[in-house]
C-alpha cells in the first residue's frame, strides 16, 4: 500500500513515517500542507492519504474534498476525539477518522477494506 501523509508537525510526520514503514506501509510523500499534499498525490499517487484536520492556517476537510476530486481516498486524522467533528467528517468524503494515537497499518487497511465493502465504521 503507498501512503501520503499529511500533517504540518515535522515531528509527527517523521514518527508516523517510521512506524508506518516498520509496518509494511510505503510512504511515498509527505506534506505540511495542502499544496505539497496536492503536488505529492499528483505525482506519486497514493493508495490512500492521512490528512490531519487542522493543518496550521488550513483545513484539513478541505484538502480531503481537493483530494477526493482527484480519486484519492483520504483518513482523517487528528489528536481531538472525534466526537468533536463528528458531523464535519461524516459529511465530508473522507472514509474514514483515526485517533493519532492509534495510527497503524492495520487500522489504515481496515478502514480501506470497509470504504471497499460499504460506509466507514465510526
Known amino acids: 500500500m503507498r501512503c501520503l501523509i499529511v500533517d504540518d508537525s515535522p515531528v509527527f510526520l517523521a514518527a508516523a ?18 499544496a505539497e499534499a496536492l503536488r505529492g ?20 476537510l478541505d484538502l480531503a474534498e481537493r483530494l477526493y476530486r482527484r480519486s484519492v481516498p483520504t483518513i482523517l486524522m487528528s489528536t481531538h476525539a472525534e466526537q468533536d467533528y ?6 465530508s468524503p473522507a472514509i474514514g477518522f483515526l485517533p493519532k494515537m492509534s495510527l497503524s497499518g492495520c487500522v ?11 460506509p466507514p465504521e465510526r
Open 41 to 60: 498525490a499528483e505525482r506519486e499517487r497514493p493508495d490512500v492519504a492521512l490528512v490531519d484536520l487542522d493543518l496550521g492556517g488550513e483545513s484539513g
Open 86 to 91: 463528528r458531523d464535519l467528517i461524516t459529511a
Open 108 to 118: 489504515i487497511v481496515r478502514l480501506l477494506d470497509g470504504a471497499a465493502t460499504g
Open 17 to 34: 513515517s517510521g512506524l508506518l514503514r516498520h509496518q509494511g506501509i510505503v510512504v511515498v510523500c509527505v506534506a505540511a500542507n495542502g
